[in-house]
């Protein structure tokens, strides 16, 4: 773009010399056409740069139920970068400086949402990054959480879990902590938290959550995750007015 204006300002000067002469500016498109334009046509010149939508990788990690799980948080574009921190049944992060309370809850009172919010209008991940993504479900974020070889990790300089699924594919997620009764994260670099699509069922002002942290003791990972139907590992949830982290998948029919 540069090269182009200093074209035109030169062009102009020799214009003033010599009102006469005619200048021609040719634009070699990418497509290898080209387009010649009689400068004497022009009175101005401007770019606008058009903002490319981010589209969200979908990974496939050999699972049975053949989800396949985003690459990043939902409102991040890498892997290591934390998104945004959404309250469940919420569909954007609140604005900065706002805490996320009960008093800040924009539909607090369990009534007003279905049990499971997976491809409704309370799903954070179908509403920003679009149609064929979700919230993941009790099952599906059980069987990441288990099924998948999960290690502890820094990725540039980001800590939080490698999910190694059963066919060598995997996606980090990271220990971005929590947003409860402030703004401000806490725990971020030691505990992650991700949302689940389903209400806490002995108390609905919960919800599920995919939980890991890293073992004191020797490194590894510890993890919980859901309703606790699978029987043997025990549930886990977090009040709903809490920012947590919200991974997206899709599934394949």
């Keep these: 773009m540069k090269k182009l204006l200093f074209a035109l300002v030169g062009l ?11 200048y021609k500016m040719t634009i070699h498109k990418t497509d290898n056409t080209t387009v010649e334009i009689d400068l004497n046509d022009i009175s101005e010149v401007t770019f606008d740069q058009t903002e490319v939508a981010f589209e969200y990788e979908a990974v496939d990690l050999g699972l049975e139920s053949g989800t396949l799980w985003a690459s990043c948080n939902v409102g991040a574009q890498k892997p290591e970068d ?14 900065e400086g706002v805490a996320y309370t009960e008093d800040d809850y924009s539909d607090y009172y369990f009534d007003m949402m279905p049990s499971t919010i997976a491809g409704t209008e309370y799903d954070a991940a179908k509403a920003i990054m679009g149609e064929g993504w979700t919230m993941p479900t009790n099952a599906q974020a059980i069987e990441l959480a288990f099924t998948c070889t999960v290690t502890w990790e820094e990725v540039n300089g980001v800590f939080g879990a490698r999910f190694v699924g059963p066919n060598g594919n995997s996606i980090f997620i990271p220990a971005a902590g929590r947003k409860q009764e402030s703004a401000v994260a806490n725990e971020v670099g030691t505990n992650g938290f991700v949302w689940i699509d389903a209400m806490f069922r002995s108390n609905p002002e919960g919800a599920y959550i995919m939980w890991f942290g890293e073992s004191p003791e020797n490194g590894s990972v510890m993890i919980a995750a859901g309703d606790g139907s699978d029987k043997e590992h025990p549930l886990i949830a977090a009040p709903r007015v809490t920012g947590l982290s919200v991974r997206g998948v899709k599934t394949v029919k």
Aim: no cysteine.
């Design 82 to 95: 934390y998104g945004y921190y959404i309250a469940w049944g919420e569909t954007a992060p609140h604005e």
């Design 12 to 22: 102009s000067m020799l214009t003033f010399g010599a009102a006469n002469a005619q």
